[in-house]
Every structure is written in structure tokens, then in C-alpha cells.
């Protein structure tokens, strides 16, 4: 792993973003320096930001970055002032649906287990969500929100077309079961197959993918019943394919079995190009306090590094991840008697990187309460 060198687009975006982001570079600084490996950051403008400054949410600029780069790691896009004006022509998300676009990120790939410290921060109950481990595949540049989009000019009219076709169905989908194939070999579609002609094409595309992995158990769930057993059941479930808005909201409502959306990372992946993000948004309200939770934009990092094909550097900060849950080290969404902020859940990820159990960190001083370092 000698003498790498990686170039990565770094978006912060808006809102906690930026404070995220900043803890993700201190740890890939950190891996950097174990494994011996180099990382050149180029940084970009993207979001709300982008608008204030160029009026545009994705400047050409910053598109040219991470067209250049080896893997884009970004932070989160959103403000109030758009959110709470409909009327608004120009939006944040444009720019991450325009992003992902340009660099057919076709994949999101969102991982969700549950940490046996962390259960009882979850609203579930320990029996229904321990053992908990998912890999959830959504398709991410078609669908609904790349359709046909219209309102008529006295605003009594719209609609969104949802579009798909088989090609851009079967990329995600031999992704899906390729995963299935190293995991369990289950791989769940989640559809609306009784009501939508797409969902008919995503079960029909499946199924005769399926034949080429024949290991593999192929089932179906509609979506509204794939959102209850969600909650009622989720270590039914392996791994789960969708379309990109069922994919939205299932993903999301998963997100809260490990007690905190801060904890979930993300990758988007196409041919050519990979964006890694926490999927939390901005969280503006939270925003310059020092009480956002870095780790799901860590852990997103570590999804970075086993792209770059550093899978030693992805385990290890994983495990040091794993160790600041372990002994609490953690922000107030998941602690809040004895809690830290978010630059110093950083700096502990980022120093068991480097000194593993030699840690400068006290951890009885940490378990009684106390962030001495020694």
C-alpha cells in the first residue's frame, strides 16, 4: 500500500456539512500517515452555499473537480431558506440530483447495523433490532425524480413522470446480487409491482437475472408492507434492491433501528466515479455548536477506502469507530449525560488510528466522565 496517492473532490455543502467533512479529512490525515498512503484534496462549492456565492448549486468548477478526482466525498446540502419556500426556481438538491447525474452515480449503497452499545437508543426494542445487518441497493439516477416534471400555469395541475427501462435497471442489479452472493444469498426486491408498470419491469428484469446467480434467493415485498416489516422484523432482511424514490424513504426509515441517523453512511457508485456521504442532511439547526455526530461521514470514509482499494485502512478505521461506541466517546444524539463534541469524536477515531490500545486516551478517565489525555 506504499507511495498511493489519491486525488478526492471534497464537498462540504451546508449546514453541520462542513464540521463533518473536517472530522472525515483529520481521520483520512491519520490514515494516511499509518498506511502510507497520500491524499490531495481539492475542494469545491456545492448547495445553498454554491447559490449564495453563484448562484448556481453546482458551479462547473466544482463539477470539473470531481470529474478529475479519484472519489468525491461530500457532507450534506440543504437551508431553510429553501426548504420553507416552494416557490424557489433554484434548489440545494438540484445540485446533488445534477451531480449525480453527470457522473452516473447509478448505485447508492447504504449499510445499516446495529452496535450492541447503542440499542437502547434505538426506538425499537432490543429483541425486534439486535443482529440487525442490511445492505440496502438504491437506484439513484432515474425514476420520479428525473422524470418529466410539470405545473400548469395556475398551479392547480402537476405531476412527476416515473420512467424506467431495463438498462437502467440490470447495472444496480447484478450489484445487488453480487453482494447477496458474499453475504447470506437473499436478495429482497422492493417494489409496487400490483399497481406500477415500472415496478412490472424491475420484478421482470430481476427475475431473469436471477437465473445467472442461482445461489441466491431471489424474494419480493411490496413497499408498504417492506415499510412495517421494517420495524416489526428487519433481521428478515439481507440485502434490499429498489427504485430510487422507494429507496429514498425505505433507507431513511431504516436509519433509526441503530438509534441515530448520524451513524449511516453512504456510497454512490457508477462506472467511473464514486461520491461518499453521510445520509443525514444539513441539520442547520445544529449547525457551528459542536454537537454534530462525525461518524456517519467517517464511516462513509471508510466505504471510501475500500473503493480506493485499501480495504486494511476501511478495517481499521472501522474498528476505531467500533471502539469510540465501545467506550462512549460519542456526541450527545447518542450520549447525553456524558457526551463530546464533534471535532473531539474526531481526534479520538483519528488517534486509535495511529496508536491503537497506546492511545493517548485515558479510557477509565473516559468511562468515569472525563476526557483527560495522558
Aim: one cysteine or more; glycine letters at 6%.
Amino acid at each position: 500500500m506504499s507511495n498511493s496517492y489519491f486525488k478526492i473532490a471534497v464537498l462540504p455543502g451546508d449546514g453541520i456539512g462542513p464540521e463533518v467533512v473536517s472530522e472525515s479529512i483529520k481521520v483520512l490525515d491519520a490514515v494516511a500517515e499509518v498506511f502510507k498512503c497520500r491524499f490531495q484534496y481539492s475542494y469545491g462549492l456545492m448547495g445553498a452555499e454554491a447559490i449564495f456565492t453563484t448562484g448556481n448549486p453546482l458551479p462547473e468548477e466544482t463539477l470539473k473537480i470531481c470529474k478529475d478526482s479519484d472519489a468525491v466525498l461530500f457532507g450534506a446540502i440543504g437551508d431553510p431558506v429553501f426548504d420553507n419556500n416552494p416557490e424557489a426556481k433554484v434548489r440545494p438538491e438540484q445540485g446533488l440530483l445534477k451531480l449525480r447525474k453527470e457522473l452516473g452515480l447509478y448505485a447508492n449503497i447504504r449499510p445499516l447495523k446495529t452496535y450492541p452499545s447503542l440499542i437502547d437508543k434505538s426506538p425499537l426494542k432490543r429483541e425486534i433490532i439486535e443482529g440487525t445487518d442490511i445492505q440496502i441497493f438504491r437506484e439513484l439516477v432515474s425514476g420520479i425524480y428525473f422524470g418529466e416534471k410539470f405545473t400548469d400555469p395556475d398551479g392547480k395541475y402537476a405531476y412527476d413522470v416515473c420512467k424506467y427501462s431495463t438498462e437502467e435497471i440490470i447495472p444496480i442489479a447484478h450489484m445487488a446480487f453480487k453482494e447477496a452472493e458474499k453475504r447470506k444469498k437473499k436478495l429482497t426486491l422492493i417494489d409496487k409491482a400490483n399497481v406500477l408498470d415500472t415496478s412490472r419491469l424491475w420484478r421482470k428484469t430481476c427475475q431473469k437475472i436471477a437465473s445467472q446467480y442461482p445461489d441466491v434467493q431471489l424474494d419480493y415485498i411490496f413497499v408498504d408492507n417492506a415499510a412495517m416489516q421494517l420495524v416489526l422484523n428487519p433481521k428478515q432482511f439481507d440485502v434490499i434492491l429498489t427504485e430510487n424514490m422507494f429507496g429514498d424513504i425505505i433507507s431513511d426509515e431504516a436509519s433509526v433501528i441503530g438509534g441515530s441517523i448520524g451513524l449511516l453512511p453512504s456510497a454512490s457508485i457508477g462506472e467511473e466515479n464514486a461520491l461518499f456521504e453521510p445520509i443525514h442532511g444539513s441539520y442547520p439547526q445544529a449547525k457551528g455548536k459542536g454537537i454534530a455526530n462525525p461518524v456517519a461521514s467517517i464511516l462513509s470514509t471508510a466505504m471510501m477506502l475500500d473503493y480506493l482499494d485499501l480495504p486494511e485502512a476501511a478495517d481499521k478505521l472501522r474498528r476505531a469507530v467500533e471502539h469510540a461506541i465501545e467506550n462512549r466517546y460519542v456526541t450527545v444524539d447518542l450520549n447525553a449525560e456524558q457526551h463530546y463534541s464533534t471535532s473531539e469524536v474526531g481526534s479520538f477515531i483519528a488517534d486509535y488510528i495511529k496508536y491503537s490500545e497506546k492511545s493517548y486516551y485515558n479510557f477509565e478517565n473516559i468511562k468515569i466522565g472525563k476526557s483527560t489525555i495522558v
